[in-house]
T-cell receptor, first 117, second 112 residues
């Protein structure tokens, strides 16, 4: 089954304790992206990756890191989480061709609800 | 700055009625628009898309209308069903851009 998976689905942590949210897709998609979703603010892009070893900042990258060592995986790293990073996080993937997203149909994972106390 | 927004945050309709969800955008360079549906506890799911060279596109029970003159698009759902209850997002992008810009979402509630 074609899908995007995220782990963990739920996480409660404390300020400053490094954490990683994993994202994996089995569709051989080149483009992957992380979003956070907050009430009243919709979906905001954190980071995206056009292909392996190619990543770039989205609209709200502060406090986050990503890596793209393999095509299928795109982990989101919070080196020192803070309470304002409490949010619902989504990973997404889609086909792309060079610098143009050939298919804008992004497939989303089920979400990770993160609480930082 | 450029943004995509929605006219109404909530919409309630009777089961079986048609529903219309609206979206305004401000980036005149946007040439591709998408509607997503997000059910409770799930990630957004692609519904339908439309390119700027079109003003209407139909899918199964859904129709998207694009009015470039007033920078407005809408999602029409025919004969709504309980399973249509969700938050609906519009998103836009332009050729060569590497990201989608999402609106805030409209919650659609279907009353029995």
């Amino acid at each position: 089954e074609a899908q995007v998976t995220q782990n963990p689905r739920y996480l409660i942590t404390v300020t400053g304790k490094k954490l990683t949210v994993t994202c994996s897709q089995n569709m051989n998609h080149e483009y992957m992206s992380w979003y956070r979703q907050d009430p009243g603010l919709g979906l905001r892009q954190i980071y995206y990756s056009m292909n392996v070893e190619v990543t770039d900042k989205g609209d709200v990258p502060e406090g986050y890191k990503v890596s793209r060592k393999e095509k299928r995986n795109f982990p989101l790293i919070l080196e020192s989480p803070s309470p304002n990073q409490t949010s619902l996080y989504f990973c997404a993937s889609s086909l792309s061709s060079g610098s143009l997203i050939r298919s804008y149909e992004q497939y989303f994972g089920p979400g990770t609800r993160l609480t930082v106390t | 700055g450029e943004s995509v927004g929605l006219h109404l945050p909530t919409l309630s309709v009777q089961e079986g009625d048609n529903s219309i969800i609206n979206c305004a955008y401000s980036n005149s360079a946007s040439d591709y628009f998408i509607w997503y549906k997000q059910e409770s506890g799930k990630g957004p799911q692609f519904i339908i898309d439309i390119r700027s060279n079109m003003d209407k596109r139909q899918g199964q029970r859904v129709t998207v209308l694009l009015n470039k003159t007033v920078k407005h698009l809408s999602l029409q759902i025919a004969a709504t069903q309980p399973g249509d209850s969700a938050v609906y997002f519009c998103a836009e992008t332009e050729q060569g851009a590497q990201k989608l810009v999402f609106g805030q979402g409209t919650r659609l509630t279907i009353n029995p």
